[in-house]
């Protein structure tokens, strides 16, 4: 018995010592010592626990966008990608008279800056594209739906914790037991970023949801942990690389400019005593010393002279600038940054020369997954809490929406966002898969229209009334030429001029003997109808 006990305690240490045997659990000279690694583990707001970090984060971010060469265009790049020009609303109700009204409702709205923002300023789709850009640059933003029916923009920076509070606040969110956000701790515009928000007065509270759970504060963030209250923005990997890359090009101008300076070097011999030269006519400054004395230092310039003391040899340097690794270097940084932004460096710098065309479309092809993902969560976090508080408010404002809101509340907000898509490298290959595809029944002309930010009810009853004021119009032209056509001459038909006209000889005009023509009268070509004719012409 004391036997088989001991095996089982041997037996029990020693998987105790296999869960532990990960060279990442264990500490050497060779794993590197990293801050905020807790042994007893924390949740994703560990990590920003101070509103500090977190706005000097946001404000690092902010800053790279507004001064790098790179990152700025690169986000300007993954946002014009993402939304191009909109996502499409397809309001499908049961009631096609109530799709018509919600979808003309929506169209006025979105398209008219003065309605849709606060600012008067944005249409819905620059709202888009801006919810985007802050996401990925600031972490998340906020919208507030106001009675006016506009949108107000909150940037993240306003989102604040009171220093004094003893609430569950977390980075501006009042949280409960299960950390659902109850209320959105909004700053005024004028609170100085850097200064630390001391009083609760000092901010506004919104409820994040009304007293039927409808949500009517909208973040929008793309968490990366379920514990995460708040967006990170997408630069927080590469603040350093990025810092280093412009480093680098900086240090790279420099010795460019250095090695473009002509310099003539004299070589003197010792106990030279002729006359000094002219001196170096670069700037000159003086350095102090640790040891109290001074030092003359000598500005670099084109065409400045370098002399050196008696006896003393002076060699020319000229570097290459910039050296054979340089640019491999630059490469590998570019590529770090563009992987975090989630693009190809070859998108980055609009550059496909370094790949082949099936490189290119396989690093396209991948870019463009995480593309979907982006317009998915922005799709789910902006478009439809938006839509949803648009209808509701319009059915309160028309009866007929109302009653169908109170008929069935389900089919009444019943609707779908096409997000776009991206057209094939090769625009030929992309029509005929939609044609192929409409052909097998793999999907509708109002999902493929979508998908190219086109609306079909809007496009088939634009082809329709086109055609038809087309073919009216050829009929007026043609019974004008017709009218002065005499008998045995070729007539001109509608169709062809709109080039329309069938396979077969032209009709003749009406009246003419089938046997003139070559023919029986039983094998008379079709002609126009009389309406087709100018009154003059009739009865001939």
Not at 514 to 538: F, L, M
């Amino acid at each position: 018995m004391m036997g088989w006990w001991s095996k089982q305690k041997s037996l029990a240490g020693a998987f105790g010592e296999l869960r532990a045997d990960y060279d990442a659990a264990k500490s050497s000279r060779y794993v590197r010592s990293r801050t905020g690694v807790s042994a007893s583990g924390s949740g994703a707001d560990y990590h920003v626990r101070s509103d500090s970090d977190y706005l000097r984060i946001m404000e690092l971010a902010r800053d790279l966008d507004r001064n790098d060469g790179v990152i700025g265009q690169a986000v300007t790049r993954l946002v014009d990608n993402v939304v191009q020009d909109g996502f499409t609303l397809d309001v499908n109700t049961s009631d096609v008279g109530v799709n018509k009204e919600l979808k003309a409702r929506w169209k006025d709205w979105s398209e008219d800056p003065d309605q849709c923002s606060d600012t008067g300023e944005s249409t819905f789709t620059d709202l888009e594209k801006l919810t985007l850009r802050h996401v990925i640059i600031d972490g998340d933003v906020v919208h507030l739906p106001l009675k006016s029916g506009a949108l107000e923009t909150i940037e993240g920076h306003r989102v604040r914790t009171p220093s004094r509070t003893k609430r569950n606040v977390v980075l501006g969110f009042l949280l409960d037991e299960r950390r659902r956000r109850l209320q959105c701790w909004i700053t005024k515009e004028d609170v100085d970023p850097w200064r630390s928000v001391t009083n609760v007065n000092e901010i506004t509270p919104y409820e994040v949801r009304d007293r039927d759970g409808r949500r009517q504060v909208f973040q929008v963030y793309n968490p990366k942990r379920q514990s995460q209250t708040r967006g990170l923005t997408a630069l927080a990997p590469v603040v350093n690389t990025a810092g280093m890359l412009d480093d680098i090009q900086f240090a790279q101008l420099v010795k460019q400019q250095i090695s473009t300076c002509w310099t003539v070097l004299h070589e003197r011999a010792l106990g030279y005593d002729g006359l000094n030269g002219v001196g170096a006519l670069g700037s000159v400054s003086t350095e102090p010393l640790a040891d109290g004395t001074t030092r003359t230092l000598n500005g670099i310039a084109p065409g400045m002279e370098i002399f050196g003391n008696p006896g003393e040899k002076l060699t020319g340097y000229s570097p290459q600038v910039p050296n054979q690794e340089f640019f491999p270097h630059v490469t590998l940084i570019l590529s770090i940054l563009a992987v975090n932004l989630g693009m190809p460096v070859q998108m980055l710098l609009l550059d496909p020369t370094k790949t082949n065309f099936s490189g290119w479309r396989g690093a396209i092809d991948q870019a463009r997954i995480g593309f979907s993902e982006m317009q998915r969560w922005e799709r789910t976090r902006f478009h439809r809490p938006v839509y949803l508080w648009k209808a509701r408010a319009w059915a309160f404002e028309d009866v007929a929406l109302g009653r169908a809101l109170e008929k069935d509340s389900r089919d009444y907000f019943s609707h779908e966002w096409h997000p776009p898509t991206w057209r094939y490298i090769e625009p030929l290959k992309d029509a005929e898969a939609d044609a192929l595809r409409l052909e097998k029944g793999l999907s509708s002309p109002r999902r493929i229209h979508a998908e190219r930010g086109v609306d079909w009810d809007d496009l088939f009853v634009e082809m329709v009334d086109d055609r038809v004021n087309a073919i009216r119009y050829a009929r007026e032209q043609a019974a004008i030429v017709n009218a002065g056509v005499e008998d045995g001459d070729e007539r001109v038909s509608w169709r062809e001029l709109l080039g329309m006209q069938k396979d077969g000889p032209a009709p003749k005009a009406a009246g003419a003997p089938a046997r003139a023509r070559g023919g029986d009268v039983d094998d008379v070509d079709e002609v126009d109808t009389v309406d087709d004719v100018d009154e003059s012409t009739k009865g001939t």
